[in-house]
């Protein structure tokens, strides 16, 4: 597609509900990044993928978190037994490598409510 | 230590002023470094990209790098109100992964 495309774009669940959250990246874009922004903050990197495979998992906050990509393209991102301090917008961004590595093309991210 | 740091701000200027945002890492090692611009509401968005020490420009847009000292600037010149935003630093750590700091807001007042 044109852009990186997530969805929902807004989801509203109940604490200890499973939520997944979609990112489908820009075509040909090999590299795929979660990150969370909560209310007023920067950033934080959840996951970084390169083609199917996660280099870099660190981010991810707790065990209930998990994400996989299919394809080299299309990601979801699952949390389980969701908590109040899920709650946040979370981007998807995917970029090419070589020159265009670490240009970052976002989505417009999907915002999550755990109440 | 963060890995990227950033003043929070508020940094207010008048529009037509200089505006200068700055940002320090702690990775001797990064060696790509970009700067983010998000309106409130939205998604950040590739400003500039610098590799190498000294100056890049871009129109109004100067980024800065000084790798002896770990620090990474961007300037804005004759600031516009359209520039309120919150400006996020981001650096390589490796591997392609791209640490953001927690980001500067800029306000341009007429």
């Known amino acids: 597609g044109a852009g990186v495309s997530q969805s929902p774009s807004n989801k509203v669940t109940e604490k200890g509900k499973d939520v997944e959250l979609r990112c489908d990246p820009i075509?040909?874009?090999?590299?795929l990044y979660w990150y969370r922004q909560s209310l007023g903050q920067g950033l934080e990197f959840l996951i970084y993928?390169?083609?199917?495979?996660?280099?870099?998992k660190s981010g991810l906050p707790s065990d209930r978190f998990s994400a996989e990509r299919t394809g080299g393209s299309v990601s979801t991102l699952t949390i389980q037994r969701t908590q109040q301090e899920d709650s946040a917008v979370y981007l998807c961004?995917?970029?090419?490598?070589?020159?265009?590595?670490?240009?970052?093309?976002f989505g417009a991210g999907s915002r999550l409510t755990v109440l | 230590q963060k890995e990227v740091e950033q003043n929070s701000g508020p940094l207010s200027v008048p529009e037509g002023a200089i505006a200068s945002l700055n940002c320090t890492y702690s990775d001797r090692g990064s060696q790509s470094f970009f700067w983010y611009r998000q309106y409130s509401g939205k998604s950040p968005e590739l400003i500039m990209s610098?590799?190498?020490?000294g100056d890049k420009e871009d129109g109004r847009f100067t980024a800065q790098l000084n790798k002896a000292s770990q620090y990474v600037s961007l300037l804005i010149r004759d600031s516009q109100p359209s520039d309120s935003a919150t400006y996020l630093c981001a650096v390589n750590t490796g591997f392609q992964k791209l640490v953001f700091g927690t980001g500067t807001r800029l306000l341009v007042s007429p």
């Open positions: 610098i590799y190498s020490n």
């Open positions: 961004a995917s970029s090419a490598t070589g020159r265009g590595a670490n240009v970052l093309t």
């Open positions: 993928f390169q083609g199917n495979s996660a280099p870099d």
């Open positions: 075509s040909g874009h090999t590299a």
